[in-house]
């Protein structure tokens, strides 16, 4: 465990979601990094103070504006349905290969270090990615075609929850 790896899953770790192995990892690390004791400190009172202010502070988009904006899109969609159609495809292509990337790298054991982290603790609680990655590794290849759905969904939102900027595998 390193610093940066730390930053990346401190959301998680402090709202109790974390993976009970990872969460000692973390506190090891934290024990010996006043650093990172002091980011976390921190991080946890922004936290507090911002939901405080999240109840302050009504959310609520006006039901006009809500209206109006649906209409738009709606109207949007129906002039140019051969547009909404393209994206969703497009959008669909860029998944798969994102998918089949993640897979790539999990297999070959080129995975960035916070990604490794993610996959590794999601494997713990989840029996059906666990299953599909130990039969890769058993077989030592990609596996044919893609991974089942429930999988598939995993696996995007594991890349989804990587900040800005990070890839999931190493250069």
């Known amino acids: 465990m390193n610093c940066k790896e730390l930053a990346y899953m401190l959301a998680d770790y402090c709202n109790g979601l974390m993976d009970p192995r990872l969460r000692e990892e973390l506190d090891v690390h934290l024990a010996k990094c006043e650093p990172c004791m002091a ?11 911002t939901r405080k202010l999240r109840e302050e502070i009504e959310y609520a988009i006006p039901p006009d504006v809500c209206e109006r904006l649906e209409t738009f899109v709606r109207s949007a969609a129906l002039k140019y349905p051969e547009k909404v159609e393209e ?38 609680a989840c029996p059906e990615c666990r299953e599909y990655f130990d039969a890769l590794r058993n077989t030592g290849t ?10 598939r969904s995993h696996l995007i939102a594991l890349m989804q929850a990587l900040p800005p900027g990070e890839e999931f595998f190493l250069a």
């Open 39 to 49: 980011f976390t400190k921190t991080f946890q009172a922004t936290c507090e103070k």
């Open 87 to 124: 994206y969703r495809d497009q959008v669909e292509r860029d998944r798969r290969e994102k998918v089949a990337g993640l897979v790539r790298a999990a297999t070959s054991g080129n995975l960035s270090s916070a990604m490794a982290l993610l996959a590794e603790s999601h494997c713990a």
């Open 142 to 151: 990609p596996g044919a075609g893609e991974p089942p759905e429930g999988v």
